[in-house]
């Protein structure tokens, strides 16, 4: 069973615009992890949260932490075409890794 | 570094038949993982390695065989392949170590596209 889980499935913006996906898990984590997935590679690591944090920031990504709902969001703000790609969230719990189904998203110029 | 690496990138192969899966990595981590990945179920586990000589069950290892013989090599088996095994498979990788750092970032190797009719 899946432990994260991203909505919306997909989400069409175009450049410039933020891009706004969220994942809800169920049972208590260490940290929550987002990874990026271009069409035909695999996955690739994008930023960690911890539990005691509530907010990370990595240059157009921020993410956030909420435990007490179990929810976290990641923001790609001034969004890029080579933002496109599939964003998945995994929830990591001693080492034990569950990735959620993922966001698709595509950035139109 | 190349990271991790898998091969072969594509295969088909006829139900009934066997392959062997390739993950390698030159990152000197301990850990490593084999996912699959099917349309909409995002990646589920299959089997992974804390170390040299380990090897755990994952979410869906039936029907899969693991070795890690070399700290650096994750082989997947499949010994007699089904139509069902048709996905991408996905190696990864993580420092791993102490405990709490086996809750580190994974790496993931480019996928295998693999076929059964």
């Known amino acids: 069973s899946q432990q994260g889980e991203e909505d919306p499935q997909a989400l069409s913006i175009q450049e410039g615009e933020n891009a706004t996906m969220n994942c809800s898990y169920k049972t208590s984590i260490n940290n929550l992890q987002w990874y990026r997935q271009n069409s035909g590679r695999g996955l690739v690591h994008l930023i960690l949260?911890?539990?005691?944090?509530r907010e990370k920031h990595s240059g157009r990504l921020r993410v956030t932490l909420d435990t007490s709902k179990k929810s976290s969001s990641l923001l790609i703000t001034a969004s890029r075409a080579a933002d496109t790609a599939s964003y998945f969230c995994a929830t990591v719990s001693w080492g034990k890794f569950q990735f959620g189904a993922g966001t698709q998203v595509v950035v139109t110029p | 570094n190349a990271g991790v690496t898998q091969t072969p990138k594509f295969r088909v192969l006829k139900t009934g038949q066997s392959m062997t899966l390739l993950c390698a990595q030159d990152m000197n981590h301990e850990y490593m993982y084999w996912y699959r990945q099917d349309p909409g179920m995002g990646l589920r586990l299959i089997h992974y390695s804390v170390g040299e000589g380990t090897t755990a069950k994952g979410e869906v290892p039936d029907g899969y065989n693991v070795s890690r013989l070399k700290k650096q090599n994750f082989l997947l088996g499949l010994e007699s392949a089904a139509p069902s095994q048709t996905s991408v498979y996905f190696c990864?990788?993580?420092?791993?170590?102490?405990?709490?750092?086996?809750?580190?970032?994974?790496?993931f190797g480019p996928g295998t596209r693999l076929t059964v009719l």
């Open positions: 990864a990788s993580s420092y791993g170590g102490r405990r709490e750092l086996s809750n580190n970032e994974q790496f």
């Open positions: 949260i911890r539990s005691n944090e």
